[in-house]
């Protein structure tokens, strides 16, 4: 550090820039800041209590959290009525291309939960967003059963890359 004095200005400090090694520190530190309160900000729109208004606010918030997962996890938000987040739980593990999802259980939760509607979700480690024909068959094998205990489907979202838009079963007719 080092003053600067001039004949019409008072004195003042001059920082040197850091070198390009601490400006790309620097940069990717604030990344991960502006990542961590686009997380928060997105967790307070996806909370209990919180009505679920926006598919898009539920995409980028799932988005968000499972994008980076290296192995593939079925999840779901349990709903009220109104539409209101009771819970969102990760409830099946797999590996890298695929997790055994149990109907039975599903159901269950949602009925300990006393919910009336649910989003469920998934990722897929590849990266691809399009559903498989796995994936169509569970969604519709757990919407038969959800059903029979009026409870509603209103979504199925598959997370994939973070740099490609989750897709929503509802937005492309599939539910």
Do not use: W
């Not at 001039?6 to 004195?11: C, F, H, K, N």
């Amino acid at each position: 550090m080092r003053k600067v004095k001039s004949e019409d200005a008072q004195s003042y400090v001059v920082q040197p820039l850091p070198d390009i090694r601490t400006r790309a520190q620097l940069e990717a530190a604030s990344d991960d800041a502006i990542i961590a309160e686009a997380k928060e900000i997105l967790a307070k729109r996806v909370r209990r209590g919180q009505a679920l208004t926006s598919p898009d606010t539920v995409k980028d918030y799932l988005l968000l959290q499972y994008s980076n997962r290296e192995a593939e996890l079925f999840g779901c938000i349990f709903l009220t009525n109104q539409h209101e987040v009771i819970v969102v739980e990760e409830l099946f593990y797999g590996t890298i291309d695929g997790a055994s999802v149990y109907p039975r259980e599903v159901l269950k939760r949602a009925l300990q939960l006393n919910a009336a509607a649910v989003t469920f979700f998934h990722n897929h480690p590849s990266g691809a967003t399009e559903p498989s024909e796995a994936d169509l068959r569970m969604t519709q094998t757990l919407k038969t059963a959800l059903k029979v205990v009026e409870i509603r489907v209103l979504d199925h979202i598959i997370i994939g890359a973070a740099d490609r838009r989750p897709l929503s079963f509802a937005e492309r007719g599939l539910i």
